[in-house]
């Protein structure tokens, strides 16, 4: 394939998901160290790609952007780059992916699937595979398809100077703390407060300072004051109090991070620490934490069952319905699911156990 100068990812819509694609940002840089590497992301994510060395500018779109608005990023693009390689499936990143370049590497929906048509529009494709591949390999697919070797590490956001944070944030300098992140977007993924508590009393026990990472939405904001209340004092409350650079850097330096299924755990899992990672009606072979350092193209994690790949412990809900990859026992993303409920505190706390004697 002819030298690209001019490159652009798009990468939508969440956090995570734009976590999962820096490989593939990756893997053209060290093919491409000289191109012009945007991104477009929504403009909520845009954090994750906080002092990112692959990515020359990143261009943000906004969720829900007027007619106007979206004409504005459409003239921005417009032809401006000679290739886009675009890894959502959805109509807005695909009509973006036409107006941007002539060379267009796309993820399309499978067959049977609205919009597998897709296909037809585009220079290079892949279909998206969400029951048996890993996110992380199904986005590096799309450089097979110009022959550009891929490169499996995932780049968490950065800050300038670590030693700012260490400042702002002293508990830091003791270096006994385990970051905790029970707040997923969605209920149906989350952990119930009691099994929270039980594993934060045990950290305390250990003399081990247990740390509420969150975002600022009010209703974290509201979850998280209210664990806090029901701790000691020596818990402490990060919610709505980092920038996501300020978080990798404080989790970069824990012990290790207990977190469900949401963006910050695939953070954690960047990093290179201990995670403990709880599943529920999620498909672990396809969504799991990437594993720090892992260099193959084989799916790091099957379907069933807790596992432990590199610094990734995955811990799955049991019944013969996981992971069912419903939202929720009501099919509702404010249901709660019942194998992440019965997902016992006493689990966590013995590995937990079992992670502090490889450590010591």
């Given at each position: 394939m002819e030298k690209l100068e001019k490159i652009l990812v798009i990468a939508m819509p969440y956090l995570g998901d734009v976590l999962l694609a820096t490989p593939l940002i990756h893997s053209l840089r060290v093919a491409y160290p000289n191109a012009q590497i945007d991104v477009l992301v929504f403009k909520n994510t845009q954090i994750m790609l906080e002092g990112n060395p692959d990515i020359s500018t990143v261009i943000t779109a906004l969720h829900r952007a007027t007619f106007r608005e979206q004409c504005q990023l459409?003239?921005?693009?417009?032809?401006?780059?000679?290739?886009?390689?675009?890894?959502?499936?959805n109509d807005r990143a695909f009509f973006y992916s036409l107006f941007s370049a002539p060379l267009r590497i796309n993820a399309v929906p499978p067959k049977p699937?609205?919009?597998w048509w897709k296909h037809f529009f585009v220079t290079h494709w892949v279909e998206f595979d969400d029951d048996k591949t890993h996110?992380?390999?199904?986005?590096?697919?799309?450089?097979?398809?110009?022959?550009?070797?891929?490169?499996?590490?995932?780049?968490?956001?950065?800050?300038?100077?670590?030693?700012?944070?260490?400042?702002?944030?002293?508990?830091?300098?003791?270096?006994?703390?385990?970051?905790?992140?029970?707040?997923?977007?969605?209920?149906?993924?989350?952990?119930?407060?009691?099994?929270?508590?039980?594993?934060?009393?045990?950290?305390?026990?250990?003399?081990?300072?247990p740390i509420f990472s969150g975002g600022n939405s009010p209703d974290e904001?509201?979850?998280?004051?209210?664990?806090?209340?029901?701790?000691?004092?020596?818990?402490?409350?990060?919610?709505?109090?980092?920038?996501?650079?300020?978080?990798?850097?404080?989790?970069?330096?824990?012990?290790?991070?207990?977190?469900?299924?949401?963006?910050?755990?695939?953070l954690a899992a960047a990093t290179g620490i201990p995670v403990i990672a709880l599943f529920g009606a999620t498909n672990p072979v396809v969504w799991s934490p990437f594993p720090f350092d892992y260099q193959s193209n084989a799916n790091p994690f099957v379907r069933k069952g807790s596992q432990h790949v590199g610094n990734i412990h995955l811990l799955q809900g049991e019944g013969d319905c996981v992971p069912c990859q419903l939202e929720g026992c009501d099919r509702n993303r404010k249901s709660r699911s019942r194998c992440l409920d019965d997902l016992s505190a006493e689990r966590v706390n013995s590995l937990v156990n079992q992670l502090l004697k490889r450590l010591c």
């Open positions: 459409i003239w921005q693009i417009f032809r401006r780059y000679n290739a886009v390689f675009t890894l959502p499936t699937k609205t919009g996110t992380v390999l199904q986005h590096l697919k799309l450089l097979d398809l110009v022959g550009i070797e891929p490169r499996y590490k995932l780049v968490p956001p950065q800050v300038k100077n670590p030693i700012d944070v260490a400042k702002k944030f002293p508990f830091m300098m003791q270096n006994r703390y385990a970051v905790l992140h029970c707040c997923p977007q969605w209920i149906y993924k989350q952990w119930t407060s009691e099994n929270w508590l039980s594993v934060a009393r045990h950290l305390l026990s250990l003399n081990i300072t904001l509201s979850y998280v004051a209210n664990l806090m209340t029901q701790l000691p004092d020596t818990a402490i409350n990060l919610a709505g109090k980092t920038s996501l650079a300020e978080l990798t850097e404080i989790i970069k330096n824990a012990q290790f991070f207990i977190g469900v299924d949401t963006g910050a755990t695939h």
